[in-house]
């Protein structure tokens, strides 16, 4: 039995698809227990609470996390698998102490720099929150001392995970995110701390020690045995350095636009929570499609362009590109019409008001805005680092972080009660009646600014395409949009009747007239996208009919509107 799950979770997943799908699985049960996470932190604390104790939680991440992207995701994400492909191929030995090396300099850098920034930490949060009172600044400021641990942890662990990726090792990689979450539930609900927020952030560095755990066992049978090596100046460190440098950079600007939004929040009370938890929610496709695919492609990119295959490079992104489109354009739409279903089912509770409730829907319909583009751009940008050219994406990650907070500065501003744009935005997600709404400049000016990015990077990347591709994407694309736009009717016109049977004052009643309403339009979706021969329609409509029967009578048929295009290929969707 030990030897059949060591075989299990050691296999290498060859498949995109079948990776991406592995990994789409495992990032639905992660975001299934971050929900119960936030629904936890919700209920227990509330967002516009008198002691503000979640946007002190969410605050005091700032630090940790850009200490953690300047030193590490960048070179991981960027550098480190590309150089470590390239080395393994040639020599295996000088690729094993080559990662030896970065373990030893990673921890040994972060470790130093939390100290650092542990004695900086009273000078920077002044700076990350300016709205909080002098009390509120020394509790984010012990979240955050607290928090710098976990860094060290990620650190390791997201070199594990590349090494993971490297051999096509998903499994374990990807229980690691659920045990993340967990160790956050474990900690809001069991630790007993001074005060509040510091039990969620207790639970975060344990879930950060739970992450780099699982995924050790994974490495059983590659040949890497850690020995501590510490050569900084080594000629492939010299090489990954060179290569992460723009990646790194690019990471730290999207932190630096994440500290400015959280700056700017930090005048309304409750509004970093209200942001963050609508964030989450909205991010729950992106996860679950958009990243998982993007790192299921992305070894496949990589050595697609090692090995000058520009026509596999290509295959290989836009069939990725369709399917996370098939997946979360219609998911986008669903979460529009019932975000206020969502919110008040997940976090409606506890100490989570009412107030709370319309406020975090509004900013979760404006995040829906934004879903598709926030799901393209880690296979756009990974596309990128796979042809080793990490500057490109640095410069439209400079230009999207200044537009971001360009708007986010004028629309808060602007966002005044009693003022015009208060009452349009305002009305257009339902909250005109409250007295502040600032909150929503936020996400709509990140659903604005990361739809324009994705178009610049697709332009960008049409050299590496064949002729005439961009073109038939847009024809997909347009395709899922109107499915996608017919489902979301169906979805908003079946709310009314299917409200007559159900108690809509009970959680339970949301719940199931949601689930319904989402079902149906999710089901016509599926058979829109089915008439205009998606293979991944094609794959589900399959799938119902082997294991639903009586679905058959309205399910289509493969023979009679399955069909291809003229002139296409089976697995191509264009």
């Given at each position: 039995?030990?030897?059949?799950?060591?075989?299990?979770?050691?296999?290498?997943?060859?498949?995109?698809?079948?990776?991406?799908?592995?990994?789409?699985?495992?990032?639905?049960?992660?975001?299934?227990?971050?929900?119960?996470?936030?629904?936890?932190l919700a209920s227990h604390y509330g967002a516009t609470a008198g002691d503000r104790t979640l946007d002190i939680y969410y605050a005091g991440f700032r630090v940790p996390d850009l200490l953690l992207n300047i030193l590490i995701l960048g070179a991981v994400s960027s550098a480190f698998l590309p150089v470590f492909t390239e080395r393994y191929a040639k020599d295996r030995e000088d690729a094993w102490r080559l990662t030896a090396?970065?373990?030893?300099?990673?921890?040994?850098?972060?470790?130093?720099?939390?100290?650092?920034?542990?004695?900086?930490?009273?000078?920077?949060?002044?700076?990350?929150?300016?709205g909080f009172t002098s009390e509120e600044l020394v509790r984010a400021e012990n979240v955050t001392r607290l928090l710098l641990i976990s860094p060290i942890l990620f650190g390791i662990s997201s070199i594990v995970s590349a090494l993971l990726h490297t051999f096509k090792r998903f499994v374990l990689y990807s229980l690691a995110p659920v045990l993340y979450n967990f160790g956050i539930i474990i900690?809001?609900?069991?630790?007993?701390?001074?005060?509040?927020?510091?039990?969620?952030?207790?639970?975060?560095?344990?879930?950060?020690?739970?992450?780099?755990?699982?995924?050790?066992?994974g490495l059983k049978g590659t040949g890497f045995r850690f020995r501590p090596i510490l050569t900084p100046i080594h000629e492939a460190i010299r090489e990954i350095g060179a290569l992460s440098l723009p990646r790194t950079a690019n990471l730290v600007v999207n932190q630096l636009q994440t500290i400015i939004l959280t700056a700017i929040a930090s005048g309304a009370v409750g509004a970093i929570a209200i942001f963050n938890l609508g964030m989450n929610l909205?991010?729950?496709?992106?996860?679950?499609?958009?990243?998982?695919?993007?790192?299921?492609?992305?070894?496949?990119?990589?050595?697609?362009?090692?090995?000058?295959?520009?026509?596999?490079?290509?295959?290989?992104?836009?069939?990725?590109?369709?399917?996370?489109?098939?997946?979360t354009l219609p998911a986008a739409v669903l979460f529009l019409v019932l975000r206020a279903h969502i919110v008040r089912v997940v976090l409606g509770q506890g100490l989570f008001s009412w107030e709370d409730t319309r406020l975090t829907a509004a900013a979760l319909g404006a995040f829906a805005v934004g879903v598709v583009a926030f799901a393209l751009l880690p296979l756009l940008v990974r596309a990128f680092f796979a042809q080793k050219n990490t500057t490109l994406p640095l410069l439209v990650a400079i230009g999207s972080t200044t537009g971001v907070t360009g708007i986010a500065f004028w629309l808060t501003s602007a966002l005044t009660p009693g003022g015009w744009w208060h009452g349009a935005l305002g009305g257009l997600f339902r909250v005109a009646d409250l007295p502040d709404i600032r909150v929503l400049a936020l996400p709509i000016a990140m659903s604005a600014i990361s739809t324009l990015e994705v178009l610049i990077l697709l332009l960008f990347l049409r050299r590496s395409l064949a002729h005439g591709v961009l073109a038939r994407l847009l024809v997909s694309t347009i395709r899922l949009s109107l499915a996608s736009a017919v489902a979301g009717v169906v979805t908003w016109a079946a709310l009314r009747p299917l409200a007559e049977g159900v108690e809509q004052e009970t959680g339970i009643g949301?719940?199931?007239?949601?689930?319904?309403?989402?079902?149906?339009?999710?089901?016509?979706?599926?058979?829109?996208?089915?008439?205009?021969a998606f293979?991944?329609?094609?794959?589900?409509?399959?799938?119902?009919?082997?294991?639903?029967?009586?679905l058959g009578v309205i399910l289509p048929h493969e023979s009679e509107h399955m069909h291809l295009p003229q002139g296409e290929e089976s697995e191509r969707p264009l």
């Open positions: 039995m030990i030897d059949r799950l060591n075989t299990w979770v050691t296999k290498e997943t060859r498949s995109i698809t079948l990776a991406g799908l592995l990994l789409g699985v495992a990032a639905l049960a992660a975001k299934i227990v971050g929900l119960v996470r936030d629904n936890i090396n970065i373990l030893t300099l990673a921890a040994a850098a972060l470790a130093v720099l939390a100290g650092i920034f542990f004695i900086l930490t009273p000078y920077l949060m002044p700076v990350i929150a300016p900690g809001t609900l069991f630790f007993t701390v001074p005060e509040p927020e510091l039990a969620p952030a207790m639970g975060a560095v344990l879930g950060a020690l739970l992450h780099l755990l699982i995924q050790l066992p909205a991010f729950v496709p992106v996860g679950i499609f958009g990243i998982s695919f993007a790192t299921a492609a992305f070894p496949v990119l990589a050595h697609a362009w090692a090995e000058k295959n520009r026509e596999a490079f290509g295959h290989a992104l836009l069939r990725t590109i369709q399917e996370i489109l098939f997946f949301i719940l199931l007239q949601g689930t319904a309403a989402g079902a149906i339009g999710s089901f016509v979706f599926l058979l829109i996208a089915a008439a205009f293979p991944e329609a094609r794959r589900i409509v399959s799938f119902l009919r082997r294991r639903m029967p009586p």
